[in-house]
């Protein structure tokens, strides 16, 4: 669903840079979730989130990785401290406050970290 | 912990073939099923979805999947596809946590 806004689409970042990934979810929704697509590799599922409070994430990596989803404005996803393995696709999903359990994506940002 | 397993990594068929990609998942209780596809330099979008009621579920684009509790699968079907389905088809699997378990995705090539 094109409803998903994510940007960047591309990001380069350099060695111990940060990076700020940003995704505005469908008009309404209030649960957003993020992924992770590693090269050659399905979907990994990193973080749940409603507004102002994380629900799960458990996917998260431990350290340099946070999440937030404010009252007003877009979630985001933080890396601190990127490191080459951390180039990949972060893709954005959001579902309704009714029930609704069908996630609708954004187009992704690719992350490239030289 | 659950699972997702697509065998296929890259099918390829010549057009109007038919076409069946098979998603497999380990989980004992109750499971939403997914496909999605993702198109060259496109994003996620939703094929077809099962929550209840009939097993066989129809999609877009003449896409059905069938949902076979018995065997935890949810095999994709089109009896003829097109070149235009060229793409990748992820299967996934949410349970109870309302996140989604993805297979690794299988890339499909269509000749024309």
């Known amino acids: 669903n094109a409803g998903v806004m994510q940007n960047p689409r591309h990001l380069v970042r350099r060695r111990g840079q940060e990076a700020r990934l940003r995704c505005s979810p469908v008009k309404g929704h209030s649960h957003v979730y993020w992924y992770r697509q590693l090269p050659e590799e399905g979907l990994k599922f990193m973080v749940y989130l409603q507004k102002e409070n994380i629900i799960d994430e458990s996917g998260m990596p431990k350290e340099r990785f946070s999440a937030e989803f404010p009252k007003e404005g877009p979630s985001i996803l933080r890396i601190q401290q990127v490191v080459r393995g951390d180039s990949a696709a972060y893709f954005c999903?959001?579902?309704?406050?009714?029930?609704?359990?069908?996630?609708?994506f954004g187009p992704g940002t690719r992350l490239l970290v030289l | 912990a659950q699972s997702v397993s697509q065998h296929n990594h890259h099918v390829i068929l010549s057009e109007a073939a038919s076409l069946e990609l098979g998603c497999n998942y380990s989980?004992?209780?109750?499971?939403?099923l997914f496909w999605y596809v993702q198109y060259p330099g496109q994003h996620l979008q939703l094929l077809l979805k099962y929550f209840s009621g009939d097993p066989l579920v129809k999609g877009i684009k003449g896409f059905e999947a069938e949902f076979i509790k018995s065997k935890f699968s949810f095999n994709l079907r089109k009896p003829s596809v097109q070149w235009s389905d060229t793409a990748e088809y992820f299967c996934?699997?949410?349970?109870?946590?309302?996140?989604?378990?993805f297979g690794t995705g299988t890339r499909l090539t269509v000749i024309p």
């Open positions: 989980y004992g209780g109750t499971v939403n």
């Open positions: 999903a959001s579902s309704g406050t009714s029930g609704e359990e069908t996630q609708y």
């Open positions: 996934a699997v949410m349970t109870g946590a309302n996140n989604l378990f």
